[in-house]
């Protein structure tokens, strides 16, 4: 399979990686519903077995659960096999309120206790990528910063990045050390990222890989109105405002506008929207999530799937002219005829 250089750091990466995000199952303020252990570790190894090089998850996902998660999937594996672990810090849970939300923090002694954490539940000894999850409220960005910059001078994470920082983050944190990574949410709804983040990552050589590129379902292709109204409570989409009244209409009028094209490519609305994010100049790589080997081989598409510059325009069209979310809606012809750093091709 194709990689992708993932900005100055040593790692290759395949163009999708697994998100294991909705494997940390429910019973916390932003669990998916309870979901069946047994088919997350399925859906990892037939991600794997397909070509994946990474997955990606976050210490607050399930509360530890999904970080257990994935070193059941990798336990078999031996160390030169085993995929790229990237994880998060920065998120702090409450266990006696596993539904509260979870307390950003950011100061040293904090952030080495997830590691340790993390590193104990992963079953692994150095974490491949370490990004700091959402800015932190009891401490500047130059303090944690230079927390994950001295982890990784002593080898206990391989990279080093951050994840919802946006650019005045970014040129803080520049300062004091290369951000090898950022990880902003990006799909053809939630664009916002850019008009800034994703320039500035290709200006300073930094890797961006990509969250929810389907919009945590909705651009999927199966999603309806009666499902989203049928979402449980313990879904934290049920309460997201894109899942609900005009919102919601305004999306799946979108997903509705991209099905010509993606039956042109006998492929899903989904893949359709994983290929348009990856079209963008920055974006490196997107996480994928999938919850069963079914929906791992209904992605994989979307990782040699081209968009045309007029299939691309044609999906500009279709945004405006449903007034879904907000953000940029076209990768001008230039950038997208030009390949940005960190999406240089190398045959594994």
């Not at 266990?95 to 954490?117: D, F, H």
Request: glycine fraction near 8%; aromatic fraction near 8%; charge should be negative.
């Amino acid at each position: 399979m194709e990689l992708r250089n993932l900005g100055h750091s040593d790692l290759k990466i395949t163009p999708l990686g697994v998100g294991a995000w909705a494997m940390g199952g429910g019973g916390w303020a932003y669990g998916w519903g309870p979901q069946d252990d047994r088919q997350s570790i399925a859906a990892i190894r037939a991600a794997l077995e397909a070509g994946w090089n990474w997955i990606d998850t976050a210490a607050v996902y399930g509360l530890g659960h999904s970080e257990e998660i994935v070193a059941a999937a990798l336990r078999d594996f031996p160390p030169s096999m085993r995929p790229y672990v990237f994880t998060k810090c920065g998120l702090v849970w409450d266990l006696k309120n596993r539904n509260a939300q979870a307390a950003r923090i950011g100061n040293a002694a904090s952030i080495r206790r997830e590691v340790e954490a993390s590193l104990t539940r992963l079953g692994i000894e150095r974490i491949d990528l370490l990004q700091m999850h959402w800015p932190a409220e009891d401490a500047a960005i130059e303090d944690y910063w230079q927390t994950l910059l001295a982890l990784k001078q002593e080898g206990k994470v391989r990279a080093v990045g951050l994840s919802n920082h946006s650019v005045e983050h970014l040129e803080v944190a520049e300062q004091f050390g290369h951000v090898d990574t950022l990880q902003p949410p990006f799909s053809a709804i939630r664009r916002n990222a850019a008009a800034a983040e994703l320039p500035w990552c290709q200006q300073h050589e930094t890797g961006i890989i990509c969250y929810s590129p389907m919009q945590s379902g909705l651009l999927t292709g199966a999603f309806t109105p009666e499902r989203a109204a049928a979402l449980p409570s313990n879904d934290w989409r049920s309460r997201n405002p894109e899942f609900n009244g005009a919102n919601l209409r305004r999306n799946l009028a979108l997903v509705e506008a991209l099905r010509p094209l993606a039956n042109r490519h006998c492929v899903s609305v989904g893949v359709i929207a994983i290929a348009w994010a990856l079209a963008w100049p920055g974006i490196t790589a997107a996480i994928v999530g999938a919850r069963n080997p079914r929906q791992v081989d209904g992605w994989l598409a979307a990782a040699t799937l081209e968009l045309s510059n007029e299939e691309l325009k044609e999906i500009a069209a279709a945004i405006e002219a449903t007034g879904a979310g907000s953000g940029p809606v076209f990768p001008t012809a230039q950038n997208v005829a030009t390949a940005p750093f960190g999406t240089g091709w190398a045959r594994a």
